[in-house]
């Protein structure tokens, strides 16, 4: 028995349920596709710091769902798309307005914009509930729903994720430079706020994408365990990154399968699970195999000389 097929007995699957549900293959795409969009991302988010912006964005983007669920009622999982995105994108715009009044508290920042956007999501959902209108797809953008995945949405992902990743590979160079050392940016003549600006645009875009998949709750643990588990490996950069997409796939796609296989499994804690197992797993060998050097990748403050 080939280690393909022995993986397949284990997990009670093969490749002959691509035939018999088609469904499994959309769902395992898009799974991927999402693992490798923030698991990417969550490099930069990391090593700037900003580990807490897929949470914040990802509660953002509840205010736009419960809203549109209360006015409008039940509708198909697409309809909350550009809800959510509207109302990541306040989020966004609040943080930017907030880091430019407290600089050296992005944190706090990021906690504020946090705490209101779930209050206000929670609210709005309340109300939901109240006007009598069923859960229907807002329950999948809580908690990722795999199954409910069409081949039109995996498409879809397919042209965001291509165009997520696009932008942020394009400004690599200077958004490094920007996100790394701000200081040595702007004497260098970077637009280092907008160069943010795009970060924070290509997340909120990033998180939205996301939330069928794995949920509103869960997204933040996509966009950090992959890249943080990557960074224990203390490899250069291209090869963090490659580490990192190559673990937040992997995480997506047993997520996916865990809940395709196993009824009741919701997909976005499976995956988190998953990306969980793989980061205490590399935790525990690099314990065991470390000799106490320092890592190569940048961390803000220092320049990024070999990012390239």
Request: charge should be positive; include cysteine.
């Amino acid at each position: 028995m080939s280690a393909w097929a022995g993986a397949g007995a284990f997990l009670g699957v093969g490749w002959g349920v691509f035939r018999d549900y088609p469904f499994t293959l959309w769902s395992s795409l898009t799974a991927v596709l999402v693992g490798v969009l923030c698991a990417y991302l969550g490099v930069y988010l990391v090593l700037r710091r900003w580990s807490l912006l897929g949470d914040v964005l990802g509660h953002a983007a509840l205010p736009g769902i419960a809203a549109l669920w209360w006015g409008a009622g039940a509708l198909a999982w697409w309809w909350y798309l550009p809800a959510a995105w509207v109302s990541a994108l306040a989020a966004v715009v609040v943080l930017a307005w907030m880091s430019r009044r407290a600089k050296d508290r992005a944190d706090a920042s990021m906690a504020i914009v946090l705490a209101g956007s779930f209050g206000l999501g929670a609210v709005l959902w309340s109300r939901g509930q109240r006007a009598g209108h069923g859960p229907s797809a807002v329950q999948d953008m809580l908690f990722g729903n795999a199954a409910a995945v069409t081949e039109a949405q995996a498409w879809g992902t397919l042209g965001m994720v291509m165009v997520c990743i696009a932008a942020v590979a394009l400004c690599h160079r200077p958004l490094a430079l920007a996100l790394f050392d701000p200081s040595y940016a702007r004497v260098i003549g970077l637009p280092v706020q907008r160069l943010e600006g795009l970060l924070l645009l290509v997340v909120a875009l990033a998180v939205v994408v996301s939330l069928p998949m794995v949920g509103v709750v869960l997204v933040a643990a996509m966009l950090v365990l992959p890249a943080q588990a990557a960074l224990l490996l203390r490899w250069r950069w291209r090869a963090t990154l490659v580490a990192s997409v190559a673990l937040g796939a992997l995480a997506a796609l047993a997520g996916a399968w865990a809940s395709i296989r196993w009824a009741g499994v919701a997909t976005g804690p499976a995956m988190v699970i998953a990306a969980s197992v793989l980061f205490a797993g590399l935790w525990w060998w690099t314990g065991r195999t470390s000799r106490g050097g320092s890592s190569p990748v940048p961390v803000q403050g220092q320049e990024p000389s070999h990012v390239g």
